[in-house]
């Protein structure tokens, strides 16, 4: 079992789990009776972003439409459209040792498909979390329960991983946005 963290808190990931080069970040919801005729669809993205926490280019921002960074580093797995089942709902893998020295920090995101059309928001999801698994050996490095802080946000900075010296660590950022996808992309420096 892994490290349970709370908002805010951060802890060394590369240097306290030596060997560590392949993670997979795992993100899960569930959704509370919802009656709006629409599938809650929620999306994890990666932002990859410069020491300015700016998007430079648009291949360095990882989503439905665009899974795998050219460097290899960073690959979304697929999205899925309802959120159904147990465990991981989607997933985002990252082998650090790919990703580009360019590279600062990896914001890893969630936000709800068509939110503003279908009436949804982050109030109405509970159980949400992301959690950091070393592929190698299956073994749960962490996990981050975000709460449920949440009202009429339809974008989440779920956390961030960053580069400190030559080793990586975790954030438990938990900030909600109004505007969806394209709020947190012009965040990020992309112009939508």
Not at 30 to 58: K, P
Not at 80 to 100: A, H, L, M, V, Y
Not at 114 to 139: L, T
Request: proline share 2%; charged share 25%.
């Amino acid at each position: 079992m892994g490290i349970n963290l709370a908002k805010g808190q951060r802890i060394d990931l590369t240097k306290t789990n030596p060997g560590l080069t392949k993670a997979i970040i795992g993100l899960g919801w569930d959704t509370n009776r919802y009656s709006g005729g629409h599938d809650f669809d929620l999306d994890a993205s990666a932002f990859l972003t410069d020491a300015n926490n700016c998007v430079v280019n648009d291949i360095d921002f990882i989503f439905y439409n665009n899974l795998v960074h050219p460097s290899g580093g960073v690959e979304h797995t697929g999205d899925n459209r309802t959120g159904e089942g147990e465990g991981d709902d989607e997933q985002i893998k990252i082998d650090f040792s790919k990703i580009p020295s360019s590279i600062h920090r990896i914001a890893i995101t969630v936000t709800i498909h068509d939110a503003e059309v279908r009436n949804q928001n982050f109030g109405q999801v509970s159980n949400a979390f992301v959690r950091v698994v070393d592929e190698e050996s299956d073994r749960e490095i962490l996990r981050f329960d975000l709460g449920e802080d949440f009202s009429v946000e339809t974008a989440i900075v779920v956390c961030e991983l960053y580069r400190h010296n030559s080793e990586w660590k975790f954030n438990a950022i938990g900030s909600g946005f109004s505007g969806g996808l394209a709020a947190l992309c012009r965040n990020f420096g992309l112009e939508v």
